[in-house]
C-alpha cells in the first residue's frame, strides 16, 4: 500500500505560462505514492508548459476545469509556479475562493515558487511564515507573511518552496501534511 492511497489532491493552472517542473513533478510523484491528483485548468484546452518561464515545455491535457471543482471533494490544494501562470491564475477569482475554502477546511495547501502569488488574493497569509522565488517576499510581506529563504517552509495548513530545486523537499512536506 503506498503511503497516499485514498488521498485526493487538487492542482490548479493556467492553460499557459506554469513552470514545467512545477507541475510535472509533483503530479507524477503524488500519484506514485498512491494519491488520486486531479489537474484542472482555467479551461478546457491543453497545458502548454513552459521551462524557466520562456522554452516552450512539455504539453497536458487537464482533467477538468478550476470552475468545475469543489474543494470538499479533495484533501489538499497543489498551486505550481511559471511567472505567466502564477500572474494569471491569481486573477482568477475561483482560484482564490478555492484557496479560502481549502484554508477555512484546514486542508494542506501548498505553492511553490510564483504560485503563492495566489495566497495573496485570496488573502490568507496574515501571521503565517511562508517562502516563495524570492521576488515575491515583499508581496507576501505586504499581505501580512513572514517570508523566509529555505526550500520549504511548512506553517499550519500551509506548504511553501521557491523554485523547482525544491521540488524534493515540497512534495515531502505535501506527503506529510497528509499523513500526519
Request: with cysteine.
Amino acid at each position: 500500500m503506498a503511503t497516499l492511497d485514498g488521498k485526493k489532491i487538487l492542482v490548479i493552472t493556467t492553460n499557459y505560462g506554469v513552470e514545467q517542473d512545477e507541475i510535472v513533478v509533483p503530479t507524477e510523484q503524488l500519484r506514485e505514492r498512491g494519491a488520486s491528483v486531479t489537474v484542472a485548468a482555467k479551461e478546457t484546452g491543453t497545458i502548454q508548459t513552459l521551462v524557466g518561464d520562456k522554452d516552450p515545455g512539455q504539453t497536458l491535457e487537464p482533467d477538468t476545469t478550476i470552475a468545475g471543482v469543489d474543494a470538499k471533494d479533495f484533501d489538499a490544494l497543489v498551486i505550481p509556479g511559471g511567472t505567466i501562470n502564477a500572474d494569471t491564475l491569481r486573477q482568477e477569482s475561483r482560484a482564490a475562493t478555492l484557496v479560502q475554502a481549502f484554508a477555512e477546511a484546514s486542508k494542506p495547501v501548498a505553492a511553490i515558487c510564483h504560485g503563492p502569488w495566489t495566497l495573496v488574493e485570496a488573502g490568507v497569509l496574515s501571521g503565517k511564515t511562508v517562502t516563495s522565488f524570492p521576488s515575491l517576499q515583499t508581496d507576501l510581506r505586504n499581505a501580512g507573511a513572514e517570508w523566509v529563504d529555505q526550500e520549504v517552509q511548512v506553517d499550519g495548513g500551509f506548504i511553501t518552496s521557491r523554485t523547482p530545486d525544491d521540488l524534493p523537499a515540497f512534495v515531502d512536506a505535501i506527503e506529510s501534511a497528509l499523513t500526519a
